[in-house]
Each structure stands twice: as structure tokens, then as C-alpha cells.
């Protein structure tokens, strides 16, 4: 479904991306972890062309999307909830939806808003209240949340647990399960809580400096040594 | 004393509409690129001279039907002013989004010299007068000392254009997709790029949005002074940008007020004290707001939780 072919990406003379090949398989929960500043949000940021790649191509249900500008993306069934979050600070929980409905049409939008709402009951609460001023863990929700509204093939998310207490992380961890499940839908999933992510997933990648170093089932890695001592030791 | 207080009142008002209509341009373009589009006052000036030059078409045309002559040329006024937003920012700012923040400062003011010298030099550096369009009024009374409070026809059709295209705009930005798509845009350009706003195009928009108030606005000056010249842009530009400043750039009702509360200075200002200063009046309010609330009335803190 996604296939990202020897992709470079600099930022200015910054090389960040260096030769990075992956693919993710319709259905599946794919993901990606790595140390900080090893160029996983520049990848996820990347397959949405903003920056674009340089060399390299990014093939999505067979066709290359490696210049297709950013907006046009959403129509094609990529949805993103972003590193840090990015709510639309000063709108509504209700806007922030209606935005992520942008391209979907008005059809869909009150069946779509009962299903983010039975997902994160939460928001339903405060459909009224400004993104701006919800908690750390609703943001991420309302994040989430927004993505599922353009009714996504593939799901990106940049980071979802980053700063949550361990029952929210949870509790969005089994959302994502839920939603690949039952709706099939294919998630790739950047994680620096690589256990969760590991546990979660059905395939992972590792990233260090720009290049996949590693890859393999979640399971498989979870046993691998080296990524035991290097992402999973201390911290869980 | 209170009918010369009310007629007062009433001037203000009106010229308030005016400036709140073109400061409306400035804090809308302000919110979603934050910069001032200082062409902006030159956008007006255009809505003031395709005005006049349409007049006189359609009276040489002996079309006299006053309603429709003032849509006529309400339409050419905005087409005209709605082109040469979208050239500024296609111009003057987008090439230079990237650059430093006082590029696209200087290659807009740029552009509005040279479009001044260019209406100076086509349509003649001298005043151009049309007749009267809307004439008449109302006597709402007359005071103690015989001093009659008069409301033109005039100024009644500029309040109330002003308040139905303040309550259209109002709707647009807060109810409607391409509102909710332009306060996405001001908010977080990259996330809109995300979720499928074509930021670029929106961007156009708002400036051509700003820019069709302003021909409204040059048509009111039109109508209520029946000259024009092509240095006007420049004065009630920055009028207006005082305006928007003084409501709190970036706020839409706080374009509105500012332009209301500059209005009343001005009129109360020359009926009371001096003429010869109330551009000073205003100008002088421009220092101390920014000096004393540089958020303005109904702007918001720059820091915020995010
Ligand atoms: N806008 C930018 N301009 C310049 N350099 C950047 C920019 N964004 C990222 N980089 C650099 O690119 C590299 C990869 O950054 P990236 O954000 O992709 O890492 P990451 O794996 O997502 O890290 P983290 O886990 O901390 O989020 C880093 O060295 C970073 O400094
Ligand atoms: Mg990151």
C-alpha cells in the first residue's frame, strides 16, 4: 500500500533522511522507532511532501505521490495526526472534526462524528470546548481523532503517547488496535515507547541517523538484544 | 449643544464605517500571514477611482436609475480592487514567504508607489469631482439653539452597507468552511496543508476578501466627498491600519471597532478642537496604543497555551 524507495531528504545542507527504503502492506500496523533526531518525523513529514523528498520516490497504492502537494494528499486516503499534535489551537473540538471532514463532504460527517465519539468518548463532552485548552491526553485524541474524520486508508501517527500518563498511552494504544481490527484500516505508528509500539505492531523498523537499520515482526524485535538494550531497558 | 453633539455622532459614525471597512483588509491579511499588506491603502484608493471613472460612464450612458448605477459600479470597483489584491500577493508576498520579514514590507509599498504614479500619471494629478449621487436626508430634530441634527441619505446607506457586510463577513469566519479553513491557516499553515486546505489559494482569497471591502469603502468616499485623487490611499490607509491596531490587529470585530472609535475621534476632534489636527488626534492614538496596549482593544496576548 506504501512504499517509500531510497528516499533523501535534506533540510537545507542537513542530510536527514539518507537512502530510506520501507513499505507497509494493506491491513497491517507497521512501526517505526528510533532515538531522538533519527529522522522519523522527517519520514512520516516526507510521504506527505512537506519537506519533499530530494531523491527517492514514495509510491502509494501503486502510484507516486513523491510531488503531489501536500493538500492533495487527504483526498487520496493519507491522514496524519502530527508530531506534536498540532490542534487548531483557537477552534472548537467540533471545528478541529470539521476540519479533518474537510474533504470527505458533508455525507459521511454525522456517521464519522458517532464513530470518533464512541472511540474517545471524552470529546463528546467537550465538542465545544477550544483544542487549545484540553489536557495533553484529549489533544492526542482530538489529534487522532481529526485524522479518522477524512475516513483514511493509511492512518500516520508522529507519536501519540509522547507525555501521556501510562492510562491514556493505553487507553489511545487500544484505539489504534481497535480501529486496524475492526475497520481494517493500516496504521504506520512512530513510537519512541518502543515497548507499547512493539507489543502493538505486526511489523517494525528501526531508524538510527537517517537510515533503517533493522526490521522485522514486533515480536521479533521485542527479543532482539540489541533493541532490548537500546530502547527498552530503563524504561519499562 | 446636544444636536450639535448627535450630528457629530453621526459623522463619526459614518466615517468610522469607512475606516472600519478597509481596517478589516489590514487585520484579516495581518492574521494570516502576520504582515501588514501595506499596499492595502492603494486597494482602496482603486475602489475610490474605478467608482468615479464608472459614474462617468454611466452618466455619460444617461443611465440614472440610482440603485442600479450603484451596483454597477460597485461591481467594477470590487473586480477592479479584487485583481490587483491578488496580483500584491501573488508579487509583492508569496515569492517572498520564505525570506525575511521585511522583504514582502518593501516590495508591497513598492507596489503602491508605482501603482500611485501610475493613476497620477493616467488619470492626471489633479482632484477629480463627480456630482452628487444620493442627495437629501432626514431632520431627526432640531436642538435649543435651532441647531438641526441632519442624517443624509447618504450616511444612512453607508451604515447600513457597513453593518450587513460586517454581519456577512462575521458569518464567513465563523460559520463557514472557507472561514474555518482561513482560521486554520492563520493558526497552523502546515497542519491546514495536512487535513487538505490549498494554503496557497486561501491566502489568495483573504487578500482579495480585504480588498473588495476597500472598493466598497473607496465607493463610499466616492459618494460622500465626490472627489478623488491618487494620493487618498496613503491617508486613509493609515488611518485605517490605526484602526485595525487600535481594535487589536488581527481581530475582525476589533477591526470594526477601531475604525468606529478613529471615526469619532476625528469627527469630535474637528468639531471640538482643532481641524487642522486631527489627523495628529488620530495618529497620536496610534503611539499610545502601541506604547500602552500594543494587543490592542479586542486583539489576544501574543503568548498563549498551546
Ligand atoms: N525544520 C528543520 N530544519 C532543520 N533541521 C531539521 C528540521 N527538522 C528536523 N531537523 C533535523 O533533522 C533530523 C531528524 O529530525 P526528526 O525530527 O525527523 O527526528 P525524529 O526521529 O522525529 O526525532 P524525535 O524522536 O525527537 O521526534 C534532526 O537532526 C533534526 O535536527
Ligand atoms: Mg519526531
Redesign the interface.
Known amino acids: 500500500m506504501l512504499e517509500v524507495r531510497g528516499v533523501h531528504t535534506f533540510y537545507g545542507q542537513i542530510e536527514a533522511l539518507k537512502g530510506v527504503d520501507i513499505s507497509v502492506e494493506e491491513g497491517e500496523i507497521v512501526t517505526l522507532i528510533g532515538s531522538n533526531g533519527a529522522g522519523k518525523t522527517t519520514l512520516l513529514m516526507t510521504i506527505c511532501g512537506n519537506p519533499r523528498a530530494s531523491r527517492g520516490q514514495v509510491l502509494f497504492e501503486g502510484e507516486d505521490i513523491t510531488q503531489v502537494p501536500t493538500h492533495h494528499l487527504v483526498e487520496r486516503g493519507i491522514a496524519q495526526s502530527p508530531e506534536g499534535r498540532r490542534i487548531f489551537s483557537r477552534m472548537t473540538v467540533m471545528e478541529n472534526l470539521q476540519m479533518g471532514a474537510l474533504r470527505t463532504g458533508a455525507a459521511h460527517f454525522d456517521k464519522d462524528l458517532d464513530m470518533v465519539f464512541d472511540l474517545f468518548p471524552r470529546l463528546k463532552e467537550r465538542r465545544d470546548q477550544r483544542g487549545g485548552t484540553l489536557s495533553g491526553g484529549e489533544q492526542q485524541m482530538l489529534a487522532i481523532a481529526r485524522a479518522l474524520m477524512s475516513r483514511p486508508r493509511l492512518l500516520l501517527l508522529d507519536e501519540p503517547s509522547l507525555g501521556l500518563a501510562p492510562m491514556v498511552v493505553r487507553q489511545i494504544f487500544d484505539v489504534i488496535r481497535e480501529i486496524n481490527r475492526s475497520e481494517g484500516m493500516t496504521v504506520f505508528l512512530v513510537e519512541q515507547n518502543a515497548f507499547h509500539a512493539l507489543k502493538l505492531a505486526h511489523r517494525a523498523y528501526v531508524m538510527v541517523n537517517g537510515r533503517i537499520t533493522l526490521a522485522g515482526t514486533g515480536a521479533e524485535l521485542l527479543a532482539n538484544p540489541e533493541i532490548r538494550a537500546a530502547y527498552l531497558e530503563g524504561g519499562h | 449643544m446636544l444636536a450639535y453633539f448627535l450630528q457629530q455622532l453621526i459623522n463619526g459614525l459614518t466615517l468610522g464605517s469607512i475606516y472600519g471597512l478597509i481596517a478589516i483588509g489590514y487585520t484579516m491579511v495581518y492574521g494570516i500571514i502576520g504582515m501588514i499588506n501595506f499596499a492595502h491603502g492603494e486597494i482602496f484608493m482603486i475602489g475610490a477611482f474605478v467608482s468615479v471613472i464608472a459614474f462617468l460612464v454611466l452618466g455619460a450612458l444617461d443611465i440614472t436609475f440610482i440603485p442600479l448605477a450603484l451596483l454597477v459600479v460597485l461591481l467594477a470597483a470590487m473586480v477592479f480592487t479584487a485583481a490587483w489584491g491578488w496580483t500584491v500577493e501573488r508579487l509583492a508576498y508569496r515569492p517572498l514567504r520564505g525570506s525575511f520579514r521585511l522583504a514582502p514590507l518593501i516590495s508591497a509599498i513598492g507596489m503602491s508607489i508605482a501603482l500611485q504614479n501610475f493613476v497620477q500619471i493616467s488619470q492626471g494629478a489633479r482632484v477629480k469631482p463627480i456630482q452628487p449621487v444620493i442627495q437629501g436626508g432626514v431632520v431627526l430634530f432640531t436642538g435649543d439653539e435651532g441647531f438641526t441634527v441632519v442624517m443624509s441619505y447618504l450616511q444612512i446607506f453607508i451604515i447600513i452597507l457597513t453593518v450587513v457586510l460586517m454581519a456577512v463577513f462575521t458569518w464567513i469566519i465563523t460559520r463557514t ?1 472557507l472561514g ?2 482561513q ?2 491557516c492563520e ?2 499553515r ?10 496557497d489559494r486561501t491566502i489568495s482569497l483573504t487578500f482579495v476578501m480585504g480588498a473588495v471591502l476597500a472598493a466598497v469603502a473607496g465607493l463610499m468616499v466616492t459618494l460622500q466627498y465626490g472627489v478623488v485623487d491618487f494620493y487618498i490611499g496613503f491617508l486613509a490607509g493609515m488611518k485605517a491600519f490605526t484602526a485595525a491596531v487600535l481594535g487589536g490587529i488581527g481581530s475582525l470585530p476589533g477591526a470594526m471597532l477601531g475604525g468606529i472609535l478613529i471615526g469619532l475621534i476625528e469627527a469630535f476632534w474637528s468639531a471640538y478642537f482643532t481641524i487642522e489636527y486631527k489627523d495628529v488626534a488620530v495618529f497620536g492614538v496610534l503611539v499610545l496604543v502601541l506604547i500602552f496596549r500594543p494587543t490592542g482593544l479586542l486583539g489576544r496576548p501574543e503568548v ?3
Do not use: F, I, P, T
Not at chain 2, 502546515?190 to 494554503?199: E, F, H, I, K, Y
Open positions: 468552511s474555518r479553513q482560521r486554520a493558526q497552523d502546515m497542519m491546514a496543508g495536512l487535513v487538505g486546505v490549498n494554503v498563549e497555551k498551546v
